[in-house]
């Protein structure tokens, strides 16, 4: 893991949510403890809901200092998603326990496919995706019919199809096109 290279703690920071037609972006900062690193860590695509599950209590119990923060729909609108996932990574270090224990500027790394290849990286990614994940299963109680439980918000037949009938809902994101063209038009294509 990369942290192996580094001299002193690593903070890991990763988000979930970029692509979705709806809801927040969600991102989380972890730094762990080198000597209790949780077994199992990865990407969080590559896991199951279960295994994340598990793992996120175990990050939360073992590591350092961990935070999860968000940038809403509106946000996502008014800044762009690149710069609101950068305000919501922002937040998430910003929140850390530890934050007045780094001297800033530190040095900040990005690391494509970063978490399959650092431990903290991949504690972030499961962090930020089970907290969203939880917030777009809320969201389907609240907005049913979109099946948000099932999609989370991202691309799928069953939320063309209910975007289409029941049109975009106050948790999508207006400007994006395929809910924009339902704006428009009606109509989405699948």
């Known amino acids: 893991m990369l942290e192996k290279a580094c001299l002193g ?27 209790a ?20 209590g175990e990050i939360k119990e073992r590591a350092l200092a961990w935070c999860v923060a968000s940038a809403s729909v509106e946000e996502i609108a008014q800044l762009n998603i690149l710069h609101a996932t950068g305000l919501a990574m922002h937040r998430a270090v910003a929140g850390l326990q530890m934050a007045a224990a780094f001297r800033l500027p530190c040095p900040i790394k990005t690391v494509i496919g970063g978490d399959g290849l650092s431990a903290s990286i991949a504690a972030a990614s499961i962090l930020a995706k089970t907290a969203r994940d939880r917030l777009m299963e809320e969201m389907d109680h609240l907005y049913p019919g979109y099946g948000f439980a099932a999609h989370k918000g991202y691309h799928a037949p069953t939320h063309v199809e209910a975007l289409s009938r029941l049109g975009p809902c ?21």
Not at 25 to 34: C, G, K, R, T, W
């Open 9 to 35: 703690p690593v903070c890991g920071v990763d988000e979930a949510g970029r692509g979705p037609w709806a809801g927040p972006v969600y991102a989380a900062a972890v730094i762990l403890d080198h000597k």
């Open 37 to 56: 690193v949780p077994n199992g860590l990865d990407d969080s695509k590559k896991l199951t809901a279960k295994a994340r599950d598990r793992l996120e």
């Open 170 to 190: 106050p948790i999508h994101r207006m400007s994006w096109a395929p809910v924009r063209l339902v704006l428009e038009r009606g109509a989405v294509d699948g």
